[in-house]
């Protein structure tokens, strides 16, 4: 075990290997959803929203330097791949396997990918209870939240919109 003081954000010599990027990817997308206040941060579909963005943030960085003066620039492109008639999921699983094979290649574990694969695993596999947008009971419009039908949708379906409205709101 590392004692304080010995964490590395390298890797080498086999020492702990902090996630950076991934952790601010997570951290930008955090910021931008409870700014937006679009839904409670302990819900599910927060963490939907909050693990879709970090992936489009994490996936976009194609320089490897995720910095907080580029964020403001990067909106656009954010909002570009996170856009409803973009096939996102088809994106992020063409990332993510450039990325592993380069990964691969070069033969260093990344803790970032790891974390990012993890995430795409939950948003894939994960389906949440939503409204179904595609019904309307009765012909008449749905009046409250927890009235009319409801779908399980998989959680990257429900975190998408609610990343790139966030994205809208900043």
Do not use: C, N
Not at 24 to 31: R, V
Request: charged fraction near 25%.
């Amino acid at each position: 075990m590392l004692h304080r003081g010995q964490e590395s954000t390298d890797g080498g010599g086999g020492e702990l290997t902090v996630p950076m990027a991934w952790l601010y990817a997570e951290y930008i997308a955090d910021e931008l959803l409870r700014t937006g206040d679009l839904m409670p941060p302990t819900s599910f579909e927060f963490r939907a929203g909050r693990d879709a963005l970090a992936l489009t943030i994490f996936l976009s960085d194609t320089e490897g330097e995720l910095s907080g003066i580029r964020v403001v620039s990067q909106l656009e492109t954010w909002l570009s791949l996170t856009a409803y008639d973009q096939p996102w999921q088809d994106w992020v699983r063409e990332r993510l396997a450039q990325l592993t094979a380069e990964t691969a290649r070069a033969g260093t574990p990344s803790p970032d990918l790891e974390l990012a694969a993890e995430a795409w695993r939950w948003l894939e596999e994960t389906e949440l209870l939503a409204p179904d947008m595609d019904a309307v009971p009765g012909g008449r419009p749905v009046v409250g939240e927890d009235d009319g039908p409801k779908v399980w949708t998989p959680a990257w379906q429900l975190g998408l919109p609610l990343g790139h409205l966030a994205i809208h709101l900043f």
